[in-house]
């Protein structure tokens, strides 16, 4: 595909259940990165890696948070016992180079919900 | 810490008016600054940098370093500019990468 792919595009969760999110980024892209949008505000960062190495992981918001992307491509968010509060769209973006201006390309992210 | 400041959450200006998104930012060494756009069932997607320079669909920012700005302007809005704009400064990691810090978005809507 020609651009970053997430998916589910959308997901319902219990509260307390554990819900993981997929990232397909541009391929040969080096940088991968998450943020999480809550409603009526700006993405905000969560982690980033550069090809499977988990550079910064400073914006998860608690150790329930997990992020993974052993092969270098695809990348998977965790989040164990979800709160209402993880009620959020995610978003994955990704980077062609580690240190330059090159913008990132965002996916359409997933909308989680938490009941 | 950055941040990014973008006091209007919602803009509304008729086809034809000018139109101006306001960003403010944390003053921090020489900033790199960017402004994304989200059109309606769309992804967030790149409008244009500040290092480029550039005018994309008309739009233009300039950065004003004594100001700590970096608006988005526009001098005749069109229907088809109805968005949600994001401001957004990167920060860097020495030579291993980036990140993005975006402010909270302002909903412009262009009645015909």
């Known amino acids: 595909g020609a651009g970053v792919s997430q998916s589910p595009r959308y997901k319902v969760a219990k509260r307390g259940q554990d819900v993981a999110l997929r990232c397909d980024p541009i391929s040969g892209h080096v940088s991968l990165f998450w943020y999480q949008q809550a409603l009526g505000q700006g993405p905000e960062f969560l982690t980033y890696?550069?090809?499977?190495?988990?550079?910064?992981k400073s914006g998860l918001p608690s150790d329930r948070f997990f992020a993974e992307r052993p092969e270098g491509s695809v990348s998977t968010l965790k989040i164990q016992r979800t709160q209402q509060e993880d009620s959020a769209v995610y978003l994955c973006?990704?980077?062609?180079?580690?240190?330059?201006?090159?913008?990132?390309?965002f996916g359409d992210g997933t909308r989680l919900s938490i009941l | 810490a950055q941040r990014v400041t973008q006091p209007e959450k919602l803009l509304s200006v008729f086809k034809g008016a000018p139109v101006e998104l306001k960003c403010n930012y944390s003053y921090s060494g020489s900033p790199e600054l960017f402004w994304y756009v989200q059109y309606s069932r769309q992804r967030l997607q790149l409008l244009l940098r500040h290092i480029s320079r550039e005018s994309i669909k008309g739009f233009t920012a300039d950065l004003n370093k004594g100001e700590t700005s970096f608006h988005l302007k526009k001098p005749f809005a069109q229907e088809e500019d109805s968005a949600m704009y994001y401001c957004a400064r990167i920060r860097w990691y020495g030579t291993s990468g980036s990140r993005l810090t975006f402010g909270e978005g302002t909903q412009l809507t262009v009645n015909p």
């Open positions: 890696f550069q090809n499977e190495a988990q550079l910064d």
């Open positions: 973006a990704s980077s062609s180079a580690r240190r330059s201006n090159q913008p990132q390309h």
